[in-house]
């Protein structure tokens, strides 16, 4: 295939770099700043930098914010050839699934909503990776009218480039999910490097602290934007654990060990089964007709 990527900071520039290493495909890339395109050619991560004309490609990747991404297709749609297939990579969906996929279907181009479930604590192409997708989980959000084929077919590009464990589920299962599995992570690690004491951290501190803290470093223009546009989800996530942490409070307040003792014990074997179910889930999980039924 002829692949172009448009936005290439960590994700889109990875998504390049793992074509180029991992399959025989071709990619060009689109950057608004164009100096980063160009970086990305001369270090031989894309074939060419792509303009405003999209036709000649088979598939088109977006890596952009999720407003971005309305804008830009729907800004280069009318460039695009019948059949070709466009992938958005964001990280929350909210109405965007149902949107492109009208505004794609009407001009005979197919459109898919994923999310590759890979990055770090770093943004910009300079720390885009071709191994950052080796083993990761993928995330596919069709909507209705999304053929099973496309479906096929990304799936096995995705698996090309090192995916290994698919989850097909809806845009709205998605955002629910993430709000838990990622954003709020994001929230707490940004909340727990408030505290006056990191300024004596170095010395005191092992794995726990890095691994609470590692994702405090977060691009705050891309995560400002996903909080707001998921923010009834993690809202809702955000009472959970507050719920959870007052239990806490009052446990250690009222110098309760029995009820310290039991939250604790509540949390590793919670944890403990969530290990046991990850070591049993098979490779592609499909929760569309689990949850048709809910």
């Not at 300079?126 to 009218?145: H, Y």
């Not at 092992?206 to 995560?223: L, P």
Request: hydrophobic share 40%; proline share 3%; aromatic share 8%.
């Amino acid at each position: 295939m002829k692949i172009l990527v448009a936005g290439l900071g960590l994700i889109g520039g990875s998504l390049c770099k793992a074509i180029h290493a991992y399959t025989d495909h071709a990619v060009w890339g689109w950057n608004r700043t164009k100096a980063v395109a160009e970086k990305a050619l001369a270090e031989h991560a894309i074939d060419g930098i792509a303009g405003d004309d999209c036709s000649g490609f088979d598939m088109i990747i977006t890596s952009l914010y999720p407003d971005l991404t309305r804008k830009w297709v729907k800004n280069h749609i009318s460039t695009m050839q019948e059949n070709t297939v466009v992938l958005d990579v964001t990280g929350v969906k909210t109405n965007l699934p149902e949107e492109m996929t009208a505004l794609c279907e009407a001009n005979g181009v197919h459109y898919l909503s994923t999310h590759p479930m890979a990055g770090k604590e770093r943004a910009g192409f300079d720390v885009s990776d071709e191994n950052l997708f080796q083993g990761a989980n993928f995330i596919m959000t069709p909507v209705r009218q999304t053929p099973k084929s496309l479906l096929a077919q990304v799936q096995n590009f995705a698996h090309q480039i090192g995916f290994r464990k698919f989850v097909i589920t809806t845009p709205e299962m998605h955002d629910r999910m993430i709000a838990y599995t990622s954003q709020l992570a994001h929230v707490v690690s940004s909340s727990y490097v408030q505290s006056p004491e990191i300024q004596f951290e170095s010395g005191f501190s092992g794995g726990s602290f890095q691994d609470m803290t590692r994702i405090a470093t977060m691009n705050e223009d891309m995560w400002a934007d996903l909080f707001m546009e998921n923010q009834e989800s993690l809202l809702h996530e955000l009472e959970i654990l507050i719920r959870h942490l007052q239990d806490y409070q009052k446990a250690l307040s009222e110098s309760d060990r029995d009820a310290v003792y039991a939250l604790i014990r509540d949390g590793r074997l919670r944890k403990e089964q969530n290990l046991r179910n990850r070591r049993n889930s098979p490779a592609v999980i499909d929760l569309t007709k689990k949850e048709s039924s809910l």
